[in-house]
T-cell receptor, first 116, second 112 residues
Framework: KAGVTQTPRYLIKTRGQQVTLSCSPISGHRSVSWYQQTPGQGLQFLFEYFSETQRNKGNFPGRFSGRQFSNSRSEMNVSTLELGDSALYLC???????????????FGEGSRLTVL | AQRVTQPEKLLSVFKGAPVELKCNYSYSGSPELFWYVQYSRQRLQLLLRHISRESIKGFTADLNKGETSFHLKKPFAQEEDSAMYYCALSLNYGGATNKLIFGTGTLLAVQP
């Protein structure tokens, strides 16, 4: 099976711009979670989507949003970028169902965002 | 509030020495804990989960609810164990959701 794929891998934006990141989960996985990784804060949960619905949300401002499509692919969007949004954004997928639950998340390589 | 604490940013040991990576958690519910590992230039991946009570690559971790700890141990470190290790707590509502609270990670460096 192909792993979790994230695009783009690297991008540079300026303050005030917006950005959209994409994640394709492992085939058959219906849950997609997003995490922000920074040197200061470590890995922080952004949100989780399951069957096109947001199932969980972390403590991030409303500038951070996401969505999931019927094929389980997910996008996250950050509007009005700030310098502090510079980070590695990781996507993770899992089956997402009680029957398929193991607790294991399968991570992508991440999208590294730099805000200038 | 739920929290995972890994007190050591860096742990340096010699090959063959025992390793213990510390993890403490704060959670009022029944905890579900994991260790994730990231080797150089690889993706973050699951190493082991407490519920499985298994040994992976010689590593074990025991959940101690009294001390709210989930330390990762290996009796004899190998150079290939050098990696970043993250302890994680699952907030598993209803048995299906995947919200993990991660610690800040410990970089394990095994010297030859």
């Amino acid at each position: 099976k192909a792993g979790v794929t994230q695009t783009p891998r690297y991008l540079i934006k300026t303050r005030g711009q917006q950005v959209t990141l994409s994640c394709s989960p492992i085939s058959g996985h219906r849950s997609v979670s997003w995490y922000q990784q920074t040197p200061g804060q470590g890995l922080q949960f952004l949100f989780e989507y399951f069957s096109e619905t947001q199932r969980n949300k972390g403590n991030f401002p409303g500038r951070f949003s996401g969505r999931q499509f019927s094929n389980s692919r997910s996008e996250m969007n950050v509007s009005t970028l700030e310098l502090g949004d510079s980070a590695l954004y990781l996507c993770a997928s899992s089956p997402g169902t009680s029957g398929g639950y193991t607790g294991e998340l399968f991570f992508g390589e991440g999208s590294r965002l730099t805000v200038l | 509030a739920q929290r995972v604490t890994q007190p050591e940013k860096l742990l340096s040991v010699f090959k063959g020495a025992p390793v213990e990576l510390k993890c403490n958690y704060s959670y009022s519910g029944s905890p579900e804990l994991f260790w994730y590992v990231q080797y150089s230039r690889q993706r973050l991946q699951l190493l082991l989960r407490h519920i499985s009570r298994e040994s992976i690559k010689g590593f074990t971790a025991d959940l101690n609810k009294g001390e709210t700890s989930f330390h990762l141990k290996k009796p004899f470190a190998q150079e290939e164990d050098s990696a970043m290790y993250y302890c994680a707590l699952s907030l598993n509502y209803g048995g299906a959701t995947n919200k993990l609270i991660f610690g800040t990670g410990t970089l394990l460096a095994v010297q030859p």
